[in-house]
């Protein structure tokens, strides 16, 4: 064996000093923020300090600037963390997300805020709106909408009885595993546990190898994770975070039917969130009920060449509409070229509410 040109210890000295460099430097930009948050206090009462859109933007940055070996995603989750670590320095952010605990809501909360701030699971959908409403909590998570099952109307319909604001969105890309315990005869699989969403998004691999097992369907993935503790002959559908929370093994892996398989969520909270660069506006609009109701809406957003990324009808809750339509378009309300299209939508539309602006999701 011929010998190495640097040795393993001095490779191990390097990284050492490394090391050093990289604590120190993490602690300059941890005291730079306890700096900024000096400045949030004393300028602006009530101070806000989270920032969206400064996130966004350092985020960016960083998967910019980075040229390997780690790739721009896992450097940016390195930076993620660290300033999850320096806001909860500022001051500690407590985020409600639809539990129970496991669930890909709370890996969503979990990839947008870090580790660092307080996550606590709320049973229902309204529940984390009214949690965020009351105080109780800075910020709120909630799904909308699964590339493969389509919009959540709960989340849209929460929207519109309040006068909450979103913040940001987050997309996870999900991965349905077959979880068994120790104790589960895995030959006599004869129930599967899941919620609804997640039965759809796996029917066909149901199909193919469990056609004679019972389907259950359950108020969510964690909680199906939870019953397959107790049965030997019964598998959950659910994802890492239930199988790590209840110690379960995967009988078979990224089961979803369609390998692109994920899910949007949105961060919901009190505050309009400035210009970041990249952006995405969502709306709540109620028409007139007539013909060509639909075109008027839409004439404003192809005239200035605006990019809508979302269209969703609901029946209108009030009966003074029949309808209400979600939009999410590409822009920020405060660009001038928004600004006009959202001025002419107005007057066309029996009522305009504009739900946020927010930086389009990074990782
Ligand atoms: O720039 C700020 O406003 C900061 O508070 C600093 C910082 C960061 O660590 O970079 C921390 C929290 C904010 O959400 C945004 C950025």
New binding site residues.
């Given amino acids: 064996m011929t010998e190495p040109s640097v040795s393993l210890e001095a490779l191990r000295q390097r990284i050492d000093a490394l090391d050093n460099d990289i604590l120190r430097l993490i602690s300059e930009?941890?005291a730079?923020?306890q700096e900024?948050?000096a400045i949030?206090a004393e300028h602006e009462p009530g101070g806000v300090?989270?920032?969206?859109e400064?996130?966004a933007q350092?985020l960016r940055r960083v998967m910019e600037l980075n040229h390997g070996p780690l790739d721009s995603e896992e450097m940016a989750r390195l930076f993620r963390e660290?300033?999850?670590?320096?806001?909860a320095l500022?001051q500690p952010?407590k985020v409600a997300y639809l539990g129970p605990e496991g669930t890909f809501t709370q890996q969503a909360a979990l990839k947008h805020f870090g580790e660092s701030a307080i996550s606590l699971p709320m049973a229902a959908i309204d529940e984390v709106f009214r949690e965020v409403e009351a105080g109780a909590v800075n910020y709120g998570v909630v799904p909308v909408e699964n590339s493969t099952e389509g919009v959540i109307n709960h989340t849209l319909d929460s929207f519109m009885d309040s006068s909450l604001r979103i913040c940001g969105e987050v997309v996870l890309r999900i991965h349905h595993h077959l979880l068994v315990s120790e104790t589960t005869r895995r030959d006599k699989v004869s129930r599967i546990y899941s919620h609804p969403q997640s039965f759809a998004q796996c029917r066909k691999w149901i199909d193919a190898h469990f056609p004679q097992a019972e389907r259950v369907p359950v108020s969510s993935n964690a909680e199906a994770a939870r019953l397959v503790k107790t049965e030997w002959h019964s598998a959950a559908i659910a994802g890492d975070m239930a199988a790590k929370l209840y110690g379960l093994a995967r009988l078979a892996e990224k089961i979803e039917d369609r390998p692109d398989n994920s899910t949007r969520f949105l961060i919901i909270g009190n505050q309009d969130v400035p210009v970041s660069g990249e952006d995405k506006t969502s709306l709540v609009v109620a028409m007139r009920n007539q013909p060509g109701a639909l075109h008027d809406l839409l004439e404003p957003f192809h005239r200035h060449q605006i990019d809508m990324t979302r269209l969703e009808t609901r029946p209108s809750r009030s009966g003074v509409w029949n309808y209400v339509f979600f939009i999410d378009f590409k822009g920020h309300r405060d660009e001038p070229r928004v600004a006009a299209m959202l001025e002419e939508v107005k007057l066309r539309a029996a009522d305009v509410k504009v739900l946020g602006s927010y930086p389009a999701g990074v990782l």
Avoid: H, T
Wanted: proline share 5%; glycine share 0%; hydrophobic share 50%.
């Fill in positions: 930009r941890a730079c923020a900024v948050a949030k300090f989270y920032r969206p400064r996130e350092v660290i300033m999850s670590a320096c806001l500022e952010v």
